[in-house]
C-alpha cells in the first residue's frame, strides 16, 4: 500500500472546509488537482472516503475512520491506513444487508445466510428489515435486495436482476365455497384480498383489498383460514397447495413476473 501523507493532508483540508473547492481555494490548488488526489487516497486504500455532490461532501464510515486517526500520531496513523487497506483485502469485517421482511423468514436467504457465515466464519453479517431503497453509502449498508417493482433511489448504483417469480391468487377451499363464486378478474370485486404493498400495485384499484401487510407468513396463514384470497408470490403458497389447504383461484389468468434485485454502490475505478 502507497500512500501519500499530502493527500491525507488535502482531504482533512476537504473535510475542515467543507468541499472540494473551498480546500482547493484555501490551499491554491485546482479544484481538479484535490479531487484527482483524493481520489487516488481512495484508490490507494481500497475504500471509498467521501460522497461527493454538486453543492458539498458528506463523509462515508471510511472517511469518519480515517478523519479520527489523522490526529494520533504517526505511527497510530499509518497502523490505522493498514487496518482499513486490510479491511479490503481480506474476507474479514462487517457486512450489512437491507431485505423487506418478506425475505427474513424465507427458506432461500436463510440458506444462504447460513451458508455464507459458514464458508466466512470471520465476517460479521447485520441484516435489517427495509421496506423501501435505502442510501446505501449514507446509511453504510453494503446490499439490499428489493422487488423489481420498487424504485431505487440511487440511479448510479448497481442493480443485479436474480430470482424471478411469479404471483398468482390463493384461497382455502372452505372459502371459495362460502363466497360467490370466481370465473373471471372482474368478479374479484365481491371479495376479500390479501397481498403486500409490491404486489397491491399490480392489481385493478377497483378492487378492496382488505389486508395489505409486508408479512407474507401472516397473508398465507389468513388465507389458509379463510380469511380472504391472498395475492402472494408462488413460492410462499406452494407447501401449502401441495398439503391441499390452499387451491389456486383463477390459475388461466398470468400475471407480470416479477424479480428480485440485488443492489450495491458502483465500483469507485
Given at each position: 500500500m502507497n500512500v501519500s501523507f499530502?493527500?491525507?493532508?488535502?482531504?482533512?483540508?476537504?473535510?475542515?472546509?467543507?468541499?472540494?473547492?473551498?480546500?482547493?481555494?484555501?490551499?491554491?490548488?485546482?479544484?481538479s488537482k484535490v479531487s484527482r488526489r483524493l481520489q487516488e487516497l481512495e484508490k490507494s486504500l481500497g475504500v471509498q472516503l467521501l460522497i461527493r455532490t454538486t453543492r458539498s461532501i458528506e463523509l462515508t464510515e471510511h472517511g469518519k475512520r480515517l478523519f479520527e486517526l489523522v490526529g494520533q500520531p504517526i505511527d497510530h496513523i499509518q497502523q490505522g491506513l493498514n487496518a482499513m487497506h486490510e479491511y479490503q483485502q481480506e474476507l474479514t469485517g462487517k457486512v450489512r444487508v437491507a431485505i423487506p421482511s418478506a425475505l427474513m423468514s424465507s427458506a432461500a436467504f436463510n440458506w444462504i445466510i447460513n451458508e455464507y457465515t459458514t464458508r466466512y466464519p470471520e465476517m460479521s453479517v447485520e441484516i435489517e428489515n427495509h421496506q423501501e431503497s435505502v442510501d446505501l453509502k449514507r446509511q453504510a449498508f453494503d446490499l439490499q435486495l428489493l422487488p423489481s417493482v420498487a424504485k431505487v433511489s440511487?440511479?448510479?448504483?448497481v442493480q443485479f436482476s436474480l430470482l424471478p417469480y411469479?404471483?398468482?391468487?390463493?384461497?382455502?377451499?372452505?372459502?371459495?365455497?362460502?363466497?360467490?363464486?370466481?370465473?373471471?378478474?372482474?368478479?374479484?370485486?365481491?371479495?376479500?384480498?390479501?397481498?403486500?404493498?409490491?404486489?397491491?400495485?399490480?392489481l385493478d384499484p377497483e378492487l378492496h383489498v382488505a389486508v395489505r401487510s409486508d408479512d407474507l407468513n401472516l397473508l398465507r396463514l389468513m388465507a389458509i383460514?379463510?380469511?380472504?384470497?391472498?395475492?402472494?408470490?408462488?413460492?410462499?403458497?406452494?407447501?401449502?397447495?401441495?398439503?391441499?389447504?390452499?387451491v389456486e383461484v383463477l390459475p388461466e389468468f398470468t400475471h407480470p413476473k416479477q424479480h428480485l434485485t440485488l443492489i450495491y454502490p458502483s465500483n469507485l475505478f
Open positions: 499530502d493527500d491525507i493532508y488535502l482531504f482533512t483540508q476537504t473535510v475542515v472546509h467543507g468541499g472540494i473547492s473551498a480546500a482547493a481555494e484555501a490551499n491554491q490548488l485546482q479544484r440511487d440511479d448510479s448504483y411469479r404471483s398468482h391468487f390463493v384461497a382455502s377451499q372452505a372459502y371459495l365455497d362460502a363466497h360467490p363464486p370466481l370465473q373471471s378478474m372482474e368478479d374479484l370485486k365481491h371479495h376479500r384480498l390479501l397481498t403486500n404493498r409490491y404486489n397491491a400495485d399490480l383460514a379463510g380469511n380472504g384470497i391472498a395475492f402472494i408470490p408462488q413460492v410462499h403458497s406452494k407447501p401449502a397447495l401441495e398439503d391441499g389447504k390452499l
